[in-house]
T-cell receptor
Framework: SQQGEEDPQALSIQEGENATMNCSYK?????LQWYRQNSGRGLVHLIL?????REKHSGRLRVTLDTSKKSSSLLITASRAADTASYFC??????????FGKGTLLTVNP | SAVISQKPSRDICQRGTSLTIQCQVD?????MFWYRQQPGQSLTLIAT?????????ESGFVIDKFPISRPNLTFSTLTVSNMSPEDSSIYLC??????????????FGSGTRLTVV
């Protein structure tokens, strides 16, 4: 099955800056989801965007989806030290299974 | 959304032994999923567990190594059998999203960090 490819693998920014992470994939999807993982613990769902949507917002998060380019981006605005975590995109198909990308490690320096 | 209690949170085990991981959900769910996350890697789906039927395993995972139980709609266990150091990973359970409006984000347990020595 396909896997999302995330870029960059690691990102280090200062508090207050914006962070952008990208996810590319190869086949069709029903939805694309973004998750956060702190220090190798459980995953927290951040946002889901359906294949017929182009952009969604949730608080400081903005997600875009371009199905023609098979890519998505996650923007975190006005980052905080507490945003330091690994971020994963997950591809949702028709069978309720999720396929995860390799993740972006975000470090926000105070 | 559902709340999952996953136990144990971590364990250090001797090679050749087995460990059973439990996930308890605070509501009834049809599908539960078990994932493995090897050190520094992404999540890989091990199997899908539906109540009342055999678990469905992904390529590369077999029932003898990772037996799964799903006795009811709120509980599941994953056993890692005959462990070797290569089984050192974080294991996570997850449940299907349930919402009358359609698919929402999945809920994950807090993970079990397994170290095999």
């Amino acid at each position: 099955s396909q896997q999302g490819e995330e870029d960059p693998q690691a990102l280090s920014i200062q508090e207050g800056e914006n962070a952008t992470m990208n996810c590319s994939y190869k086949t069709s999807i029903n939805n694309l989801q973004w998750y956060r993982q702190n220090s190798g613990r459980g995953l927290v769902h951040l946002i889901l965007i359906r294949s017929n949507e182009r952009e969604k917002h949730s608080g400081r998060l903005r997600v875009t989806l371009d199905t023609s380019k098979k890519s998505s981006s996650l923007l975190i605005t006005a980052s905080r030290a507490a945003d330091t975590a690994s971020y994963f995109c997950a591809l949702g198909g028709s069978n309720y299974k999720l396929t995860f990308g390799k993740g972006t490690l975000l470090t926000v320096n105070p | 959304s559902a709340v999952i209690s996953q136990k144990p949170s971590r364990d250090i085990c001797q090679r050749g032994t087995s460990l059973t991981i439990q996930c308890q959900v605070d509501s009834q769910v049809t599908m539960m999923f078990w994932y493995r996350q090897q050190p520094g890697q992404s999540l890989t789906l091990i199997a899908t567990a539906n109540q009342g039927s055999e678990a469905t395993y992904e390529s590369g995972f077999v029932i003898d190594k990772f037996p799964i139980s799903r006795p009811n709609l709120t509980f599941s266990t994953l056993t890692v059998s005959n462990m070797s150091p290569e089984d050192s990973s974080i294991y996570l359970c997850s449940v299907e999203p349930f919402s009358p409006g359609g698919v929402n984000g999945y809920t994950f347990g807090s993970g079990t960090r397994l170290t095999v020595v």
